[in-house]
């Protein structure tokens, strides 16, 4: 897998973020070995202590495990609750980007779960 910064944001957002999409979409299966934090970080030129980081978010977000001396793989059962709360997060931040406000994104939610009329 490349993995291509754009300096969009900070650099261990980009690569878990890049990892993340590579997982979500198939094309890192379950169990698959990631590279190792050096390795990944040669081949970028950063420092390897960025690609750990990168690697704890992905773990946080349920998507790798890493084993000590072994490596971080992909997680076998992806956790719903967590893939789940990621993709809200996401949708939230791009409706506040959008100008919504909190009243609006509130009403919006109560609609989807049924508790207020459009």
Do not use: W
Not at 28 to 40: I, M, T, V, Y
Not at 48 to 66: D, H, K, Q, S
Request: include cysteine; glycine fraction near 8%.
């Amino acid at each position: 897998m490349e993995i291509r910064l754009r300096g969009q944001k900070n650099i261990c957002d980009e690569i878990a973020d890049e990892y993340e999409k590579y997982i979500r979409l198939g094309a890192l299966r379950p169990g698959e070995k990631l590279p190792s934090c050096r390795a990944l970080a040669g081949q970028l030129g950063i420092n390897p202590n960025t690609v750990e980081r990168a690697f704890t978010l992905l773990e946080e977000r349920g998507l790798i495990y890493t084993l000590p001396k072994k490596g971080a793989f992909v997680c076998e059962h992806l956790r719903p609750d967590l893939l789940a709360r990621k993709e809200a997060e996401t949708h939230l931040a791009a409706m506040k980007r959008a100008g919504l406000t909190l009243e609006e994104v509130i009403s919006l939610a109560k609609q989807v779960f049924g508790e207020e009329k459009k």
